[in-house]
């Protein structure tokens, strides 16, 4: 007897939940190389890097001597103290161990702060073009999103006034992203002073994503803890992927004060009991053995960088600033005069290179494409071709 499956009935708040548009693409992209066709593959944030050599020996040699068993849900203190020694050497602040907690990737941190700090109803600024995450995550917990723009006339840094004139009393929390995706661009030092010197006397969390800290071209890498008053009040999101090559090993890390700390672990107590034992002890490798290898690929991606950019300024109907950090650039495409989403299509499915339409980042993202530059030279300049042949062919 036939057994009829009963409607999925799901929770309201399924509903407010987004996506990440890069996997859509890598799937959509896989598919089209299953038929036989070369694609190019630029839709994906991850260092084309492998991990260096050290981590993964430091990896491999825990499996051996037994770290596969639960580990403390904040993470181990080898690995807390790593850490909050990182972050003190680079940002030349005061970090304790009891600050840091240890989760699987990037994104938990999102998630637990918003979940931790916004009741319903409160309003959170976040950018836009940003991460989609951030907008997803705050929709889903029942906070009120307030988008701040990232826009090219300010070299995509932030506009602080309008961070200011966006702030109410539902506020509860901001969301900053330097280096930022997608845009590659990075905050300077003035306007995040400028910022700190009113959240400071506000009862306003800030929720600093910093995990490209590693990946700037010019100068230095600011962080809003940095400033008086809002260590107390920020949590910064670091993490693996980026710096190390490691975004498959899923480690991640939150820096906040250390009751709120206390929150964070009983929210990964309850979720995913702790981030895995073995890939701990490599992180500790990571953040304490040489560094060589971060050095090696922060200039390969330098050098990438020029590549993309002047390759693209070269193609009609495309414009692109030059980013500041982070592996992707953001080129304006209104001179094609396609949408953004219109053209990602064609590209991908026409002239074989895989990328990201603007508004996979937000509503004000229209009129940008976002490719990453985590790939070969030689691809890079086989991307650029086929993309300069397209719009000779289809402009």
Known sequence: MATTLSNLRLASRMSRLGTESAFEVLVRARALEAQGKDIVHLEIGEPDFATPTNV???????????????????????????????TARHLGINVDPAEVVIVPGGKPIMFFAILALVEEGDEVLYPNPGFPIYESMIRFAGGKEVP???????????????ILEKLTDRTRLVILNSPHNPTGGVMERAEIERLAKVLADRDIFVLSDEIYDQLIYEGKHCSITQFPG??????????????????????????????????????????????????????????????????????????????????????????????????????????????????????????????????????????????????????????????????????
């Open 148 to 162: 701040y723009g990232l826009r090219e006339e300010h070299d995509f840094d932030v506009n602080v006034d309008e």
């Open 56 to 86: 993964v020996d430091a990896g491999i040699k825990a499996l051996r001597e037994g770290w596969t068993h639960y580990g403390p849900s904040a993470g181990f203190p080898k690995l807390r103290e790593a850490a909050a020694a990182t």
């Open 230 to 395: 809002m260590k107390e009040k920020t949590i910064i999101l670091n993490g693996f992927s980026k710096t190390y090559a490691m975004t498959g090993w899923r480690m991640g890390y939150g820096v906040m004060r250390a009751d709120l700390a206390q929150q964070i672990t009983l929210l990964m107590t309850n979720s995913n009991s702790c981030t895995a034992s073995f890939t701990q002890m490599a992180g500790v490798e990571a953040l304490t053995g040489p560094q060589d290898s971060v050095d090696v690929m922060r200039e390969e991606f330098r050098r990438r960088r020029a590549v993309i950019v002047d390759g693209l300024n070269r193609i009609p109907g495309f414009t692109c600033r030059q980013p500041h950090g982070a592996f992707y650039v953001f080129p304006n495409i209104r001179g094609t005069g396609k949408t953004s989403r219109e053209l990602a299509d064609a590209l991908l499915a026409e002239a074989g290179v895989a990328c990201l339409w603007g508004t996979a980042f937000g509503a004000w993202g229209e009129g940008y494409l976002r490719f990453s530059f985590a790939n070969s030279v030689e691809n890079l300049q086989k991307a650029l071709e086929r993309i300069e042949g397209w719009v000779k062919k289809n402009l």
